[in-house]
Structures are given as structure tokens and as C-alpha cells.
């Protein structure tokens, strides 16, 4: 797991906690018990394959030589009181840097299958057609975005019924390397989406 998640540590700590939007279909969301942060549990095998679609944990699709945290010290964060400028210019430059974080490149136009958590973007009623996949519980709504290559668009070839905000989910589909910037965030990834079923097991 790479060390960036540690900042989301440090950003909860700052209180730098996002509006939440409201949409029509955020009244049931059918992922109990999960925590602002929480990872669901990676695949049993790294090379685990369902039909098509390789099954893919989230830190294959950042670069193995990229540094997530580079010229901010998460220490540094945490000891800074609320709303001190150094701590929210800190943020700002690495939100900068996560808009722009670079993708891996040998999974362009590859066909996985993958888990995370539904950021509804067009929800209509219990409709969803198009979406932001993320690893963690409240990302994009409770948390600054996650870098750009953490961060799927999808959009659905066949519109799913019953997702919800932050619904924990395995969506399988071919995946794109491509910037799309969103309300809700930005990805670094686009796929087009060919199944989705809620998660099921530990987390």
C-alpha cells in the first residue's frame, strides 16, 4: 500500500471535511458500517481473473516510482492547528499535484474488474449511468479527492439500478488512461463499464 493514504489522516486531523452533496438516490446507501478511510479487502489472488477481467488492486494503476507525498511532511500536518495558512497552502499544493498525478501506462485500454466506492454523478432516482469509483469510504465528499490515478470515471453501458452514494461495489470494465475533471474530483483513468455488483465479503 502506498504511503499516501497517510495523509488522509492528516487532512481529517486539519478538519479539511468537504460539503456532502445530496442526490436523489442517497437515501439507503447499502454500505453500513464503514469508517471515513476504510480500503476494502484486496483480492485472494493477485492474479485472479473473472471472465475477461483481471481482477486489479488500486495500487496498480499508480506508477511504482511515483511519490505521492513529495515536498510535504505529513508530520508537519498533523502538529499544525486548524486552519493555519502553512497547513491549507500545503494542501492546496499537493492537491494540485494529485490533479495531476500520472498514471500507469501499461493499463490503458486493459480489462479489469475492480472494487471501491460509488461518488454518483448524473444519479437519476435509482438510476446511475455514470460515477466516480474511489478506494476509500468518503472520498470526494468527506475528504479532499485521492490522486487523479486513484480515481475511475466510469460510465455504464447499461444504466444500474439500486447503486448508491458511496456504495461499496465491483464494477468490471475496460479502462482508459485519460484526465476527466468532474464536481466531485478529478480521474485520471476513464472506463467503460460492463457489469457492477455490490461488494461482498470482509473489508
Known amino acids: 500500500m502506498k504511503h499516501w493514504t497517510l495523509l488522509l489522516a492528516a487532512a481529517i486531523a486539519a478538519h479539511t471535511v468537504l460539503p456532502t452533496p445530496v442526490f436523489a438516490a442517497d437515501k439507503a446507501a447499502s454500505s453500513p458500517g464503514y469508517r471515513v478511510g476504510d480500503k476494502l479487502a484486496p483480492a485472494a489472488k493477485a492474479n485472479a481473473k473473472a471472465g475477461d477481467f483481471k481482477v486489479t488492486e488500486w495500487d496498480s494503476l499508480m506508477p511504482k516510482d511515483w511519490d505521492p507525498m513529495k515536498g510535504v511532511s505529513v508530520l508537519s500536518l498533523g502538529r499544525m492547528q486548524d486552519g493555519d495558512p502553512q497547513a491549507i497552502a500545503a494542501l492546496e499544493r499537493l492537491k494540485r499535484s494529485w490533479d ?42 468527506h475528504t479532499p479527492p485521492p490522486p487523479a490515478n486513484q480515481v475511475i470515471h466510469v460510465t455504464l453501458a447499461t444504466p444500474a439500478k439500486g447503486i448508491h452514494m458511496m456504495d461499496a461495489i465491483w464494477v468490471s470494465g475496460q479502462l482508459h488512461t485519460g484526465i476527466s475533471d468532474t464536481a466531485m474530483g478529478t480521474s485520471g483513468y476513464r472506463m467503460d463499464g460492463q457489469a457492477v455488483s455490490l461488494y461482498q465479503g470482509k473489508r
Open 100 to 141: 495531476t498525478a500520472p498514471t500507469e501506462p501499461a493499463m490503458d485500454n486493459t480489462r479489469i474488474r475492480i472494487a471501491g466506492f460509488v461518488v454518483p454523478l448524473d444519479a437519476e432516482g435509482e438510476t446511475l449511468h455514470e460515477f466516480l469509483l474511489v478506494p476509500y469510504f468518503g472520498a470526494c465528499i
